[in-house]
Every structure is written in C-alpha cells, then in structure tokens.
C-alpha cells in the first residue's frame, strides 16, 4: 500500500467508516511504515482534541430567560382551517381538483351561454321559424337531419334524417313522420356526450 | 416511531404553547453553542436562537415526522448562521473578535475538575488554538466541523442538514483535520 493511500484510509477510519478488511490492510502497512504511524498518531490526536476542545463548552449556556423570551415573541397560533393544510400537503392533487373544476366551470358555462334558438341541418328554408318555436309543417319534406337548440319543435310533415333537439322540446304530430332517430337532449352531460360524438364522427367522416 | 419531539410538535400545532416551550428548552443550547461556534458573538448568537425558533414555530405544520427533529431545527440554524456571516462587513468581525475577548468567552474562567492550573492553562491554550483554527476557516469548512465536532452528528446528519452528499461532507471533515493537526503541530513546536 502507497503511503498517499494509507493516508486516506486513516481518515476514514477516524470517521468509524472504514469496512474491517480494509482496516486489516492499514495495520499491516502501519507496522510496516514508521512516518505513517507517526501520522496516524497525530491524526488520531487531533480528532481527540476537537472533540474534548469543544465539548467542554457545553458549559457556555444561552440566557437563562431565553425561552421566556422567544414565547413572547411568538405571533399569536395560526388557525389553519383543516382545508388550508390539506392543500398544502397534497399540491398535486388540489392542481388535479382544480383543473376538473375549471372544465367543468367552463363546459356549463358554455351550455348556458346563450339563450338564443341554433337551427342547423338542410333545406332550412321549408321550415317556419316563429320567435322559439320551429314548425315543420304538413306536407313539407326535409332532405336531411335537423337539430334545433334551445327551440321548440314542431313536426308535422317529413324529416328525412335525425331530428336532434338539445335544451328545448319536441312535438311530432300523428302525420309526422322521421326517418331517423329522434334525440332529446336536455342535460349538461348529454349535451357533453353529444359534443364529444360529433367531434368523434366528424373525424371520422373525415 | 412517535418520539418526545413529533408528539410535541403535535401538540404545539394543535396550540399547546407549553409544548412549544418544551421544544425551545430540549434544544436552545444546543443552537446556541451552534451559533455561537459560527459567529463567535454572543448577542449575534442569541438573535440566531430567536429567529431559529421563530422559523421553527411558522413552519410547524411543514416539519415532516419522517425526518429527524433535530435535523430539521439544526438545518434553520445553520443556514441562519451562514447568512449572517455571509453578510458581515469584514471590519465587523474583527470587532466582535475584540470585544468577545473578555466577557463572553468564558472557556478560560471555567474551572476546571481536577487539574492543576498548568494543565488548565495548556488544555485551555490548546482549545483556544483549535477554536481560533476552526473560526478562520471558511463557512463551509466551519460549518462541517462544527456539526461534527460540537454538535457531534453523523457524516451522515451533516449531509441531511447541509442537504449535500456525503461524499462532500468526509472531503470537507478530512480537510479540516488536515489543517487542525497541521495548526496543532505548529503550536507544540
């Protein structure tokens, strides 16, 4: 063993770190090297020192009314409402909460945007608009789907395709007659599932 | 696993002030002489108690059971400690050297157990020199040897309270042993 590394291995040792094999080795090349058990010794000295040097300060003691003090100091207890340190100790999980509650805040809030009647689907110019309510009346033939929202709708004549109506009412007449199906939409989540399908279906018409 | 600390912390928290009390006594020496060690100034080191506790205190409900207590208090401390020597004027430490001189270092005037005043004198010389030694070095040589000379932690508790790999910790231990045995040499020759 080379001196430099022995030297090392002496501190370890003074730190209680040093595995016992390794130990074996630093005795053996101790016995052998007079300058490095000199060095030990002196190591060995030291690290006695610097523990004895400052232990015996423990008699160096703070103010005696130091507790008194720091107790006066102390502002008034905080009262953390349980919620409060709930949050603080589950951040991830409150930023999961409130990004669910933004979505949610957002998508109602869309639903309820406005109160205005949305009529889509073909040949609109055969069906009769009068304030909320649309009338298709007798004998009229719609080529394709209708969807009103926030309507009412009146059917007496021919829809050729679905009839969707969200957030309103349908009436079908004994001469109505639908090809397709007839969707009522009335809830928030309907309406969601319902957005959610038409962007599923116009991918993949595309 | 509960220990004496977590269950008054637990109290304290719930509002207990006299278990905080409790906390403040178990370990205001102990961050005293800690202070005390890195600033060499007594009322500089008493502000340090103050404000460790202070700290400790707003941020109970953040000590985590799964550390150490003492870890937690100790880390305020030191930092504390470091920042108020990072911030001294160099002329300022010179003055609290001086006016330290007398009064509040009182190794010297503590009388010893059993010794004759001569090995008094020479073990109260020896810590003097290892006390100056340890005093002249940078923060952060001087803060390892304090924790593990004073306070008496582990590699291991030094690394947890400085947050910095052990590895650091034993380079920075071995130096500053290096550097006392060399100190202590040059005082006996």
């Not at chain 1, 998508?107 to 689907?121: E, H, M, R, Y």
């Not at chain 2, 707003?58 to 100790?74: A, C, E």
């Not at chain 2, 010794?115 to 923060?139: K, N, Q, V, W």
């Amino acid at each position: 063993m080379e001196c430099k590394q022995a030297v090392l291995l002496m501190h370890d040792y003074l730190d209680e770190d040093l595995p016992l094999e390794q130990e074996a080795q630093l005795k053996s090349h101790l016995d052998t090297c007079p300058e490095c058990r000199a060095a030990f010794r002196r190591l060995e000295e030291t690290e006695m020192m610097l523990f004895a040097a400052n232990r015996k300060s423990e008699s160096l003691s703070v103010s005696e009314d130091m507790t008194d003090r720091i107790m006066s100091f102390l502002p008034q207890p905080k009262k953390h409402s349980p919620a409060w340190s709930w949050i603080r100790r589950h951040p991830a999980l409150t930023a999961a909460a409130a990004f669910i509650l933004i979505m949610v805040g957002t998508s109602i809030g869309f639903w309820n945007a406005d109160t205005q009647l949305v009529l889509k689907g073909n040949d609109l110019n055969r069906v009769q608009v009068e304030g909320n309510t649309v009338t298709v009346p007798e004998g009229t033939i719609i080529g394709g789907d209708l969807t009103v929202e926030r309507g009412e709708l009146r059917i007496y004549g021919d829809v050729e395709g679905n009839v969707t109506v969200i957030d309103g009412t349908s009436y079908q007449a004994s001469t109505a007659h639908v090809a397709g199906q007839v969707k009522d939409i009335n809830q928030a989540l309907d309406w969601v599932w319902y957005k959610l399908g038409n962007i599923v279906s116009e991918v993949a018409y595309k | 696993m509960d220990n004496l600390e977590t269950r008054l912390v637990k109290l304290a928290l719930k509002g207990d002030q006299r278990a905080f009390a409790e906390i403040v006594d178990l370990y205001k020496d102990r961050i005293f002489h800690l202070a005390y060690r890195m600033l060499s100034n007594r009322h500089e080191a008493e502000d340090v108690v103050q404000e460790t506790f202070l700290r400790v205190y707003r941020n109970l409900d953040r000590y985590d059971p799964g550390q150490k207590f003492s870890t937690w208090i100790y880390r305020i401390g030191t930092n504390l400690s470091i920042d108020r020597l990072r911030k001294r004027k160099p002329t300022y430490s010179l003055d609290a050297e001086i006016g330290d001189q007398d009064g509040a270092d009182g190794y010297a005037l503590i009388p010893g157990d059993n010794r004759t005043p001569e090995t008094e004198y020479m073990i109260s010389e020896t810590r003097t020199t290892i006390h100056e030694a340890i005093d002249g070095l940078p923060p952060k040589y001087k803060t390892v040897m304090i924790l593990r000379y004073l306070q008496e932690l582990s590699l291991q508790e030094i690394s947890d309270v400085l947050d910095m790999p052990v590895t650091t910790i034993k380079t920075r231990v071995h130096r500053g042993r290096e550097f006392l045995r060399k100190k202590l040499e040059s005082q006996q020759h």
